[in-house]
């Protein structure tokens, strides 16, 4: 997801929940960079998680979430009345996740530096990954791992589709978001 904007909550994606009706969001393998809110007390550029009593949560399973913003400042990912997200081999702005979801100390993510802009906007559009020293070539889940996730979803994803990019690439390498590279 990218370049989107919105005058409210959530120009990426924006998630709602209640207690009568709960809501869950798996996000796998994406990424979602340079979207923007432009109203002034708009949140969650990247992705807007509101639910009411915990009934709201976002699942990231290696994927980017860096480089969205309201303004000047970074509003990648906002929780409002008890929503929440679980991260696992992710980047949330600066952050990087493990698999446990701890932050791995030490170790930033730059979406300035590290993520191009959108290669090909007026048709299949990706975000390449920069630089040797970038956390998301290394922190990411593989084939294997993707598999294994896939496994524990009801319906199983198949592994044609966690094992391969956007662009048709195979991840054989522990690499996050949509591309790989070639």
């Given at each position: 997801l990218y370049g989107n904007t919105a005058s409210a909550n959530g120009a990426g994606i924006g998630v709602y929940g209640t207690a009568a009706s709960s809501a869950t969001f798996d996000l796998i393998s994406c990424t979602i960079t340079s979207n923007e809110v432009n109203g002034q007390t708009a949140l969650g550029a990247g992705i807007y998680v509101n639910g009411k009593t915990d009934a709201c949560t976002v699942?990231?399973?290696?994927?980017?979430?860096?480089?969205?913003?309201?303004?000047?400042?970074?509003?990648?990912?906002?929780?409002?009345?008890?929503?929440?997200?679980?991260?696992?081999?992710?980047?949330?702005?600066?952050?990087?996740?493990?698999?446990?979801?701890?932050?791995?100390s030490e170790v930033t993510f730059d979406p300035v530096s590290m993520l191009s802009s959108l290669k090909d906007p007026n048709g299949f559009g990706y975000c390449s990954l920069l630089g040797n020293n970038n956390p998301a070539r290394n922190f990411g889940l593989a084939s294997d791992d993707l598999i294994l996730l896939g496994d524990n979803f009801d319906p199983v994803i198949p592994k044609q589709i966690l094992t391969y990019d956007q662009k048709g690439n195979h991840r054989s390498l522990p690499v996050m978001g949509a591309y790989v590279g070639d």
């Open positions: 699942n990231l399973f290696n994927t980017i979430v860096s480089g969205n913003k309201r303004g000047t400042e970074i509003l990648d990912v906002n929780y409002v009345a008890g929503g929440k997200t679980y991260n696992k081999n992710s980047i949330i702005g600066l952050s990087v996740y493990t698999a446990q979801g701890e932050v791995v």
